[in-house]
Every structure is written in C-alpha cells, then in structure tokens.
C-alpha cells in the first residue's frame, strides 16, 4: 500500500494552522508548509517534516494528546514566526533559526503568558479582594473572572497596533481556507473568500476555553498558601490545557448541534478581535500553504508555488472578472474603513449619497458611528453596472445585526451607498448569529445550457413578487427544492413548525398581507451564476411596509434558492432613491 493508499483508508485529517508575519503555517499529518509573502510581492512555499514526538501514537492518545499539542503549537509556532520574520524582511538566513534563540524566545514567550494571565491575576485576588472574603470559592471565581477580563483586554489592545492588525488578517485568510477546504470547495480565490473568518477549532476560542476550565480546577484547591497557589498555576496548566483541547475537539465534531453551538459562541465570538477580513494577496498566500501541505503529504509532484506574485491570477482571467475581483475589493475596502470609522481614506465621488433604512443622511452619520466588526460576508456583483450587493452581520459593540450594502462604483469610487440596517425587533425573524459561511450555491457557476438571459431572469423575479400581490404561485417557476433565507433564518422547508415547513410555493400563497410590492430595482444580473437581485418594499397597508434586498438564484428558468435582507419601516416608507 502506497502512501496516498495509506492515506485514503485512514480517517479524515483535519487541518489546521497559524498566522505569522506576512505568511502562514499550515499542519498537515506529518509535515508543516509555510507560505510567505516577500516584499518583492513573490510567494515563498517551503515544508519539512514533523519531529516523531508531533506525529506519534501520543496524539492518538485522550489527554495525552492535548499536552503535545500544546508543546507542537509553542515549539513549532515560534519558529515559524521567526522564519517569517526573516522572509518578510527580505533576510533570509540560511543557516536557518538556531536552537537557542527558539528555545530562548519559547521561554520568554511562555514566561510572559504564565505571569500575564495566571500569576498577575491570583496576586491581584489575594491582595486586593480576598482581606474582605471569605469563600475560598467566590476568590477563585473572582481570580477567574480577572483572569479572563485581561486576556480580553491584552487581545483587544494588541488588535489596535497596525503590524497586528495584518497578522489577523492573515489569521482570517487561514480560516477561510480552512473552511473552504472542509466543505469541498476548491482552494481558488473566487470561492475561497466567501467563506467564514471563524472557525470552531482556532487557537483564540482554545485559550478561551482554558482560561475558564482553569476557574474550576484552581476552586478544587481551595485557598493555600500563596507559594503554593502559585506553583498550581504554573505546573496545573499542561492539565488545563490538556481538558480544553478534549473540549475544541468535541465542539468541533459536533458543532452543528445547537446546544453545543451554544458553548461554542463565545469563543467564536472572541475570534473577531484576533481575525479581520483578508485581502487577495493574503488570501493566495494562505490558499498556496495549504495546497502546499495537502500536496507534500500526498506525495505528489510539487507545483512550484514560490514564483507566484500578486498579478499572475489576472494574466489568465477575462477583464469582467478583474471589474469583478476590484468591486468586491472596494467593497472590502468601504465595510473595513467602516469599521474603523476612517471616512478620509474612502474613495468617494463628488455627488456622493448614503441611506440607511430608506432615509438619506450625511456619509460618516449612523452605522458609521455604531459599527465595531464585520463577521459575515457575502458578494453579489455585477460588472456591467458597477454595483455590488453585500449581505452581511455587524457588530455595533457586542449586539449583531444584519446588514445589506449597495454600492456603486464608477471610476474606482464609490458614487452610491444604499444600507439596510435589521437590528433586534425591526423584523419578525432574524437569526444574524446563524451566519457563519455563506452558502456555496450562489458562486457556483451555471452551465451555458442552463442560463437565462438578463431579461429572462428579470422577469422570473418579477413572477415571484407578482405572485406575492396575487396570493398566487401559479405563474412562479420555483424548483421543488426552493428555499428562502431571510435576516439569516431559513423560512421554508423549515420543521420548526407548519407555517415554516412549507415549500416555497405552498408557501407563498399565505402572504395575504402583502398586497403591493413596488419600487422594483434590479442591480444585480449575473448570468454566469445565474444570479438576480435588487431592493424593493414591500406595503402592508395599515401595519409597516418592508425595505428588503433579495437575491435568487435561476438555474433552467427555476428559482432554487432566494436570499433576502429585511427591515420594517412605517407604511409608505420610500428607499430614499425614488
């Protein structure tokens, strides 16, 4: 049996990896790939194997297992980092990192986290809150508390310096591909980039999980002396670790269980200070280390990676892809300037407008102000027009929304923002924690003997909102497998209950309430991915009308699947662009 037979009939690998300074470091089964971005704009793929001890029956072993992980992510991702130090600054040294100044930079790096997080906490606690208590239990749960209350703080300062904020990047470019890698999608930058930032096995939520298993095993100690409270916080930690990671293992194989989605959250929610929305170049660099890792442990042909530079993916693509690709940059651009609230640095043009919820206001005013993350992103796009379609979730300080863009581009700036705005209560279903990776359907491409024209497509939509006026779906031609997502939430085909069971068509009949749906704008026709879209409102005479943006995707002439982004407004609301 050869090693890819070997490899088959072995259970799944999962990878896994690491930012560093302009590169990153994938895991595979028994080598690391590193992939680095040189300032001459070149990618720089290099691998080698895993010592014995990172690859052995030990990492087989409950417990075990997690304590040599934890020496394998210390050991090997300090000298990744340093040698991406090295390629990133162009000093290359060949006589590699030595082993005393690994071990050397392993032992202040460790040092610095043990009396950070561990000791600093427990003096703070025993000198300042235990002489007014007297629970042995409520001083550790304090201990904890601070603890954690730290980390937190040391992520979100370290998160603000600008060097950190590009390793982020590069960390939310590794999860991208990670995920994309897990789900089937090949590792190319179109699909890629549509995929999460978060990922249920990141580093982040594994120290998160530590730090508060570590609460209930430093309380079974009780209280003793401070030296030996002390020492438990230094030698107790393999075993802490060790628990956690059992913990990240089981949520990552049953992530999809609710409850455990619900022990998740919170690290998945720490993961939007560590992560940021990469950029292509990060993206590539990412996508080539983990080719490169897939492709070293499968024993195949090595491809050569390291000549790749930033502009060789256009050299082959047709110039309605690169319009494409530069919107959906724009894009990024606009949401990350967003974030952090640098109006000066938007390319904008003269005549520039901005609406939020149907009303015009002045461009810096609303989410401007309120926005602190971007933890979802999907991209609607159509060249032709300049305009994109962004369904996402923002963050406004620990509360998530939904949120749809509408840009316009003309010239590389940005001449219209249209911006719906779906916070808690503002419509009957919102489910923006539910938006983790966007589906893949709506970047497959459709087969040329499937597509419809603009007009065709166009004209399906508008069957779907005539049908809605009519309480019909007689003239709607929805695919049996048709399902509708709003703010997030699935709405039919959906066994919570009957109303939400049905099928798309059964189910469009019921809409009573809705007896006009006007201002039809299509901004959006992707024939190649049989994409139609655009906003509309919807009038619900006497209660609310409803601004929405909705996509559908057509394939043969049949609506499989629509995505729509809503808020209510009062009656008569207009958009604000009539």
Known sequence: MDKRDKMAAEKPFYYGGQALIEGVMMRGRENIAIAVRRPDGDITVTSRPLANLYKGHFRNWPLIRGITVLIETLAIGIQSLLYSAQIAAAEEDENGISTPMLWGSLVIAVAFAIGLFFVLPLLLTRYLIDPHIASALVSNIIEGILRIGIFIAYVKAISLMPDLKRVFAYHGAEHKVVNAHESGTPLELDYVKNYSTSHTRCGTSFLLTVLIIAIFVFALLGRPPLWISILSRIVLIPVIAAIGYEFVRFGAAYSQNRFVRGLLAPGLKLQAMTTREPDDRQLETAISALKKAIEVDSGQPEEKFETKTQDTKWQSEPIADKTRQSLVDITNLYLDLLVDNDLAKLPVSSNIRFTENGNEIKLGKGLWQTATDITYRQYFVDPSTGQVLFFGVVDEDGTLANLMVRLKVTD?????????????????????????????????????????????????ANSYFDGLEQNSAENVPFHPSCNRTENGFQTTNNPINKFLGMDAASQLKLFTYITKVRDRRFFIIDEKRGLVGGIFIFDCPETRSILLAEVFKVISGQIREIEALMVNTPYGQTSGWQ
Do not use: F, H, M, W
């Open 412 to 460: 590389n700036k940005i001449e219209e923002i249209e911006t719906i705005v779906c916070r808690k209560g503002q419509s009957s279903v919102a489910s923006p924690e539910s938006l983790v990776t966007p589906k893949p359907v709506y970047d497959e491409i459709v087969p040329e003997s499937e597509r419809s024209s603009r007009d065709k497509v166009i004209a399906i």
